[in-house]
């Protein structure tokens, strides 16, 4: 079945990386997601990596896909307080196009200490 | 970028009354729009697809007729929540998306309360 899954909290020094870790089951997935939820806000999207890529940078953000080991991690570079929020790893299977169909892990609570 | 306006944010209701979400996509034209729920430190599950001008299509285990879709626009679709009960209690997500694109645009989200 169709599973996503990341841990619910990380805590990290402002000024240091942030390393966010999310596996997923289904290794035909097409495209692999990042969304960031703030308090209050709605889920928005960070970056997104489609399945033939194994890297993929933008600015402070670095999107990693290992297919073989079914794992997708975002790295944050020099993390500040507003990077303070909940981010969703998220996959699409294969065989949904135009309504597509995006399946969400938990969420990681990343919280940044001074 | 695109905009979702999802209203209202919070709502309580007493339980066995009805409450309906709007979800609008504000500067685009949404053919598909999506419904979550959100229990806590769970995931999002998706509830149910419209497409407009036709019915939506509901994952299994949601109740088409507890969870009433309507997409009557290309603008807008609304989740009514029926004889709501406390167990409804939880935070409501729509998304939007262009025909075809990759990407969705998700509004605020919606959290709601039954007592």
């Known amino acids: 079945g169709e599973d996503v899954e990341q841990s619910l909290f990380l805590s990290v020094r402002e000024g240091d990386s942030s390393v966010i870790n999310c596996t997923y089951t289904d290794s035909s997935s097409t495209y692999l997601y990042w969304y960031k939820q703030e308090p209050g806000a709605g889920l928005q999207l960070l970056t997104y990596?489609?399945?033939?890529?194994d890297m993929k940078q933008d600015q402070r953000l670095t999107v990693l896909l290992n297919k073989k080991d079914k794992h997708l991690s975002l790295r944050i570079a020099d993390t500040q307080t507003g990077d303070s929020a909940i981010y969703f790893c998220?996959?699409?299977?294969?065989?949904?196009?135009?309504?597509?169909?995006?399946?969400f892990g938990s969420g990681t609570r990343l919280s940044i200490r001074p | 970028g695109a905009v979702v306006s999802q209203h209202p944010s919070r709502v309580i209701c007493k339980s066995g009354t009805s409450v309906k979400i709007e979800c609008r996509s504000l500067d685009f034209q949404a053919t598909t729009m999506f419904w979550y729920r959100q229990f806590p430190k769970q995931s999002l599950m998706l509830m149910a697809t419209s497409n407009e001008g036709s019915k939506a299509t509901y994952e299994q285990g949601v109740e088409k007729d507890k969870f009433l879709i309507n997409h009557a626009s290309l603008t807008l679709s609304t989740l009514t929540v029926t004889s709501a009960h406390p167990e409804d209690s939880s935070f409501y997500i729509c998304?939007?998306?262009?025909?075809?694109?990759?990407?969705?645009?998700f509004g605020q989200g919606t959290r709601l309360t039954v007592v």
């Open positions: 998220a996959e699409r299977p294969p065989g949904y196009s135009s309504a597509s169909k995006i399946i």
């Open positions: 998304s939007a998306r262009i025909g075809g694109s990759t990407e969705a645009f």
């Open positions: 990596i489609f399945s033939n890529m």
